[in-house]
Every structure is written in structure tokens, then in C-alpha cells.
């Protein structure tokens, strides 16, 4: 008789391993199916995450930065570095360390909180009935287990350029990209979104003449105007060549390289030689092996299955979240859905609010964001105040010697309701959190502008975006 679970997750990355921990922790009997492996083969918890995305790519981000801190800025603090070199194996090893920490955290999250682990490829048998739904695992050997409630959470894979699939030799997904052997001498990529950005950041810093190719005519079109101009200048000046408005063609990959026929944005055509090429043009929803037509769970036109504003699906007791479904790939995103989804379950009231979902770019200066760009306020017609605090006038960032971007409140020119929050320089990605939690009070910018923050500290940069508002900084 195969066993039986009140909720199987299928997929162990941040929306389905945090699903499996929240509805262990409610008190169902919880399993969580997952297929990733590790270089011998033993499961490696986590999912794109994990494995070859946000975590892998931070360490290397780090790796590099200090690299570059120490050829380039170092000498700045008095601080002298001779016969500096570059151990890319190492790096690398670190980089592999980091993920295996992870991975093994997940582990023993599972055991701490009774979860089910199953290594393997899950997939639905048949349409659900009294007992629940018949999950086929595929992985060392075959069985079938059986579950009242599903969760897929199967996360996305990457997007290949037509007629130019991954080799992950020559043209790399994001995970070619971060297990090159040796730093190309030149590299391309095709995309300049957040894994674009990152990628070319980590190899640029470690030598590479890097050249971004994007289709579209605007940087960084999510991100708002001004602070994408911030970005933009500070790239520029790094070295990053970014061009805008491209049309791709013929892609051809050889020994020696790989060649990118395209055409600028007016109209001439022109040839891109490197050593390797990382495409990073989107990710689409894996479900790659699920077998959804066996029960009729319905997928959209993009092969990302449909649910409703709570998760829900098609099928009774059968739920999806994270990349799989609408919504932005991101991994807190899937994670605060796959606890939704477990306390919905539980008859409880989950909730995630998209509107409060943060941005974040990890390159150097870092950006992040949460609510509405100015962009979006003109074109919703909505009428706004907007106030920024440039880091060239903060304390802290002087003394950190970096001292690029601004923060940007914009507020409802009415109630004075935080609308949104732009960030662009040191430590966006910490500093975002403070807005976050305001916006999901609705706090206005006058209360941020009143709260004290600690002096010297990036967070008065915050607070004086927040002043600037109602147009009264008192450092600028």
C-alpha cells in the first residue's frame, strides 16, 4: 500500500521546502519530493536557488568585489596590496561551499520538523479521489505515494535563445555562468536583467571585457527612471559596455568562441566575438515531467500553471506557487506564497501582498525597490510627491568610500501613504527592508521622517528621502 501524507510539496526550492516546513509545523503529516543533485549524486535541497542561483551568485559577487576592492580601492585606506592574484579554483570551491551549507541546512530543517524527504522526480499518476492523489516518485528506485493535498512547486528553468540552445561551454544559463574554469577574456551577454547584471559584474571584476547586449530600449525598464540612470553611469564608468535597442540574429558557437551576429539600435548591423556567452533573456515555469494532463491541471499559454488569487488551482486540493505560477521569479516571493498556501490549508488566512514584494539588484551600486515607480504613478494618473537623498551627502557612505546613488521616497500627494521606495547604492538590499515594513503599515513618508535613526548609519540616508518629500532635508 503506498504511503499516505495529508500534504505533498513537490519541489525542495525556497517556495516548496518552506511549504513542507510551515505545514509540518500545523501539525500535517508533510512530504516533499525533489530531484536536484549534488556533484555525487545525493540530493542537494534548495532548487535553482540554491544550486546555481541566488546563493552560488552571492558568493561569487562577494569573492569578486573583494578582488576588486583590493586592486582597485584598498590603496584608498592607506592599505597597500602587492603581487595581487587571482586563485579562481578556490573561489569557486567557496562558492561550492556555500551552496553545500545550504543545502545541508535544508536537511536538517527537514528532519528537525518531521518532513518526508523523497529524492526524485515527482509526477502526478491519476486524477485524485477519496483518499487523495497518487504521486509517482522517480529517483534511485520507482514508487508511488499518496497525498490529500499537493503543493508544485517546481520552480522555472532558463530561457535558450532560439536556434541557440545551452551547452554550458560556450553559451551558459546562469549555471554555465558560475563554473567557468578560467575568466574569459571577453564575454557576452544577451540580457542585461538581474542575472545579466550580476554575472557580468562578477566577471568583469575579475578581468573580462564584458559586453551586454539587450533588446529593449530602456535600461532596466522595471526599475524607476531615476534611479536606472544612477545605475546606468556607475556602469558605465565600471567598464560594463551596455548596449540598448539590439536585435539579435545568427548565434554561431565554435572552438574558438561564439560569434553574435546584431543589429544596433540604429539599424547597422554588427559582430560580437567572445570566449563564452551567458543568455539570460527570462525564465520560464518547469513542469518538465509533472505530467499534468494525467489529472487535468491547467496550464497557461506560457506552460505556467493557473491558480487563483490564493494558489489554488484547477483541482481540488492541488495548489502551485513560486515561479511555476504568475507573479514575479522571486525566491522570497515563493516563499511567502508556499506559507500562505501550507496556513490555508490549516484553514487559516494566508496572506501575501504583492504590492510590499521586494527588488533587489546585488551588483555594485546594489538596487532595490518595492511599490510603484514614477513611471507607473504618471502613466495610473496618480498624483504623488516625491523626495531623494543622495549617499554623496551621507556620513556613513563618505566613510565607507562609496558614496554612488540616492534613496527616493514617493508618496501620495493627498494622504502622504508611502507609494513606493528606489534605492540605488551601498547596502540597497538591507536598507529596502525598513520600507517594506512601512509600506505594509501604511505608514506615510512624515513617519519614517520622524522616526530617529542611528547616526552614522546608511538609514539616514532613508530618512532624509523621506524629508525631502515634504522638501525639508536637513544634510542636503
Not at 518552506?18 to 534548495?46: H, M, S, V, Y
Not at 489529472?295 to 486540493?317: F, H, Q, Y
Not at 490549508?345 to 514614477?374: D, L, M, R
Amino acid at each position: 500500500m503506498s504511503k499516505q501524507f495529508d500534504v505533498i510539496v513537490i519541489g525542495g526550492g525556497p517556495g516548496g521546502y518552506i511549504a513542507a516546513i510551515r505545514a509540518a509545523q500545523l501539525g500535517f503529516n508533510t512530504a516533499c519530493i525533489d530531484e536536484w543533485k549534488n556533484g555525487k549524486g545525493g540530493p542537494a535541497l534548495g532548487g535553482t536557488c540554491t544550486n546555481v542561483g541566488c546563493i552560488p551568485s552571492k558568493a561569487l559577487l562577494q569573492s569578486s568585489e573583494h578582488f576588486e576592492h583590493a586592486g582597485k580601492h584598498f590603496a584608498d585606506h592607506g592599505i597597500e596590496v602587492k603581487g595581487l592574484g587571482l586563485d579562481l579554483a578556490k573561489m569557486i570551491a567557496r562558492k561550492d561551499q556555500v551552496v553545500r551549507q545550504n543545502n545541508d541546512g535544508i536537511a536538517y530543517l527537514f528532519k528537525k520538523n518531521k518532513v518526508t524527504f523523497f529524492h526524485g522526480r515527482g509526477s502526478f499518476v491519476k486524477p485524485g479521489d477519496g483518499a487523495g492523489y497518487e504521486i509517482k516518485v522517480a529517483g534511485a528506485t520507482e514508487e508511488s505515494i499518496v497525498g490529500k493535498h499537493i503543493i508544485v512547486a517546481t520552480g522555472s528553468t532558463a530561457r535558450p535563445l532560439p536556434g541557440a540552445p545551452f551547452d554550458e561551454e560556450n553559451i551558459l544559463s546562469n549555471d554555465g555562468a558560475l563554473r567557468v574554469p578560467a575568466v574569459p577574456k571577453k564575454l557576452g551577454l544577451v540580457g542585461s536583467g538581474v542575472i545579466g547584471l550580476e554575472m557580468g559584474s562578477v566577471w568583469r571584476r575579475l578581468g573580462s571585457e564584458v559586453t551586454i547586449l539587450e533588446a529593449l530600449p530602456d535600461f532596466l525598464g522595471l526599475v524607476d527612471e531615476q534611479v536606472a540612470r544612477e545605475a546606468k553611469k556607475a556602469f558605465d564608468k565600471q567598464g560594463l559596455k551596455i548596449e540598448l535597442g539590439v536585435k539579435v540574429g545568427e548565434v554561431k558557437s565554435g572552438k574558438k568562441g561564439v560569434s553574435v551576429a546584431w543589429t544596433n539600435a540604429k539599424g547597422e548591423a554588427k559582430t560580437l566575438e567572445v570566449d563564452k556567452l551567458i543568455v539570460s533573456i527570462g525564465r520560464v515555469p518547469n513542469t518538465v515531467g509533472l505530467n499534468p494532463e494525467s489529472v487535468g491541471l491547467r496550464l497557461d499559454e506560457r506552460g505556467a500553471v493557473v491558480v487563483d488569487g490564493d494558489c489554488r488551482t484547477n483541482l481540488p486540493n492541488v495548489w502551485a506557487v513560486g515561479d511555476v505560477v504568475r507573479g514575479p521569479m522571486l525566491a522570497h516571493k515563493a516563499e511567502e506564497e508556499g506559507v500562505a498556501v501550507a496556513e490555508r490549508i490549516a484553514g487559516q488566512h494566508g496572506h501575501v501582498n504583492f504590492n510590499t514584494v521586494p527588488w533587489v539588484i546585488y551588483t555594485s551600486p546594489e538596487i532595490a525597490w518595492v511599490g510603484q515607480t514614477e513611471q507607473q504613478l504618471k502613466a495610473a494618473g496618480v498624483k504623488y510627491r516625491a523626495g531623494t537623498f543622495p549617499f554623496m551627502a551621507n556620513g556613513r557612505a563618505r566613510a565607507l568610500g562609496d558614496t554612488t546613488g540616492l534613496v527616493k521616497f514617493l508618496a501620495d500627494a493627498a494622504t502622504d501613504e508611502i507609494l513606493g521606495v528606489h534605492i540605488v547604492g551601498p547596502l540597497a538590499s538591507e536598507l529596502i527592508a525598513e520600507a517594506v515594513v512601512a509600506m505594509e503599515f501604511r505608514a506615510s513618508s512624515e513617519d519614517i521622517a520622524r522616526i530617529c535613526h542611528a547616526h552614522p548609519s546608511l538609514s539616514e540616508a532613508t530618512k532624509e528621502a523621506a524629508l525631502a518629500v515634504d522638501k525639508r532635508t536637513l544634510n542636503f
